[in-house]
């Protein structure tokens, strides 16, 4: 152990002196400490709450800010140490050129995309931007997504012990596309289900957005709320999860209801899915689920997890292009460091 001067020292140079202004005249003694210690980069990062009208709701996510010298093999031990759904890092504070490198890391592995990450990410950017650009464009496995804030009026109530964000981040997803359709019947049996549990108006149906789901419709809440999978691989094979969905809300805001499961290390649920959501409001549009070829809904997700969140769905169709985004608020919880 180095004796050589303070530990206040050492703790300044490590924290300060090195890291966050490496350009500045080094503390006192710090030529020595140089020699002696080994000196570890201090790396920030945010915890938010995504999709969430209040904060301790909706989908966690962590961010790690100025994250370019972690290799990925790094990336993906911290991934797995957060144990969230995704952890992204944010691989330059410059944007090179006006596109910020990001990474998203499940605790298994590495995506090309995904909703939530996308949002909170892009929020995470301008909040500490003094600026406050209205739009933040990020460079993600599948090419560049721009992220738009709106400042809307319709601010939900909240509880004293929430803090509520009133924009909402809007996501322009790369363009879903639909593949094939499912036999209900073996996809009911797999859900615990019944196949009047699901709505037969409307196809089982692959869907992608770089990354492949399921869409299974249902009757409504009551099927929902009775859905298990106990493994995913009879049904996610090559896919990162299943989205159920149904028509009714769990608030009166709501049009949608839905569940998602995927694998991780065993079976788990998303409490919001901004990537699956993309899929399903294409799915929507050509569908007429809702009777249009235009979408402008709002979906639940995670209320069977006590992570009630809302995703804002829309979709503009234009000829045989459709034009899809999803929003949603983000919220702060807390900041913190590690080496």
Request: glycine share 12%.
């Given at each position: 152990m180095c004796t050589a001067e303070p530990a206040r020292n050492l703790v300044f140079y490590c924290r300060v002196g090195v890291s966050?202004?490496?350009n500045a005249p080094l503390p006192i003694g710090a030529a020595r400490l140089r020699r002696c210690c080994y000196v570890r980069t201090v790396h920030d990062y945010l915890l938010l709450d995504v999709f969430a009208e209040n904060r301790l709701a909706g989908n966690q996510l962590a961010v790690v800010l100025d994250a370019g010298s972690l290799?990925?093999?790094?990336?993906?031990?911290?991934?797995?140490?957060f144990n969230f759904s995704e952890t992204s890092f944010v691989c330059s504070a410059i944007p090179e050129p006006g596109e910020y490198p990001v990474r998203i890391f499940t605790p298994t592995a590495e995506l090309p995309f995904a909703g939530h990450p996308t949002l909170g990410t892009a929020w995470a950017i301008r909040s500490l931007s003094s600026e406050k650009p209205p739009r933040v464009v990020?460079?993600?496995?599948v090419g560049s997504v721009p992220v738009e804030f709106d400042t809307v009026t319709d601010s939900v109530p909240v509880e004293s012990d929430t803090v509520t964000d009133s924009e909402i981040a809007w996501m322009r997803s790369p363009t879903p596309v639909l593949g094939e359709k499912r036999d209900p019947a073996?996809?009911?049996?797999?859900?615990?289900?019944?196949?009047a549990d699901l709505d037969s108006r409307f196809s089982v149906q692959e869907a992608s957005v770089g990354i492949s789901f399921l869409m299974v419709p249902l009757v409504g809440l009551s099927a929902l709320r009775r859905a298990r999978l106990e493994t995913a691989a009879p049904l996610a094979a090559g896919r990162v999860g299943v989205l159920?969905?149904?028509?009714?809300?769990?608030?009166?805001?709501?049009?949608?209801?839905?569940?998602?499961?995927?694998?991780?290390?065993?079976?788990?649920?998303?409490?919001?899915?901004?990537?699956?959501?993309?899929?399903?409001?294409?799915?929507?549009?050509?569908?007429r689920y809702l009777g249009s070829a235009d979408v402008d809904a709002r979906v639940g997700q995670g209320y069977e997890m006590a992570r009630a969140s809302t995703l804002h769905l829309r979709v503009k169709s234009e000829g045989e292009n459709a034009l899809v985004s999803v929003g949603g608020r983000v919220q702060l919880f807390a900041k913190g460091q590690f080496q």
């Open positions: 966050e202004f490496p290799t990925g093999e790094h990336m993906q031990a911290i991934a797995r140490e990020l460079k993600l496995g073996g996809v009911a049996e797999l859900l615990g289900l019944q196949p159920l969905f149904c028509p009714e809300g769990h608030e009166s805001t709501q049009e949608i209801s839905a569940r998602l499961f995927f694998e991780a290390g065993g079976m788990r649920e998303d409490p919001a899915t901004g990537s699956a959501n993309a899929c399903l409001a294409l799915y929507l549009s050509q569908h």
